[in-house]
């Protein structure tokens, strides 16, 4: 099995700043592409950012420019800098990763998530 744990959200307002954090844990052979999701209330789940083993990354268009995912390959950790928040960036953030599972294979892994919350 695998455990992905956010870490990191909170309360903050409008024009600052807040660092997510995640890490796999489990019996965790390799992990491919590690990301990050949101999800605000009546609106479907959308990419915020999502970057590779090798540290290429992507964002969603409309955090371009203010978010910086990285990693930690050793410590099977992915973190989310965001800036300039918005009461627009308010959401669920999910962390989210291929993993593969010993004795199992491939796994689409998911956190519980962390609400963000930016006030205006």
């Known amino acids: 099995q695998v455990q992905l744990v956010e870490s990191g959200g909170g309360l903050v307002q409008a024009g600052g700043s807040l660092r997510l954090s995640c890490v796999a844990s489990?019996?965790?052979?390799?992990?491919?592409?590690m990301g990050w999701y949101r999800q605000a209330p009546g609106k479907q789940r959308e990419l915020v950012a999502t970057i590779t083993s090798g540290g290429s990354t992507n964002y969603g268009d409309s955090v371009k420019g203010r978010f910086t995912i990285s990693r930690d390959n050793a410590k099977n950790t992915v973190h989310l800098q965001m800036n300039s928040l918005k009461p627009e960036d308010t959401a669920v953030y999910y962390c989210?990763?291929?993993?593969?599972?010993?004795?199992?294979?491939?796994?689409?892994?998911w956190g519980q998530g962390t609400q963000v919350t930016v006030s205006s």
């Open positions: 489990g019996n965790i052979f390799r992990i491919n592409a």
């Open positions: 989210n990763s291929g993993v593969w599972v010993v004795s199992k294979g491939w796994t689409d892994a």
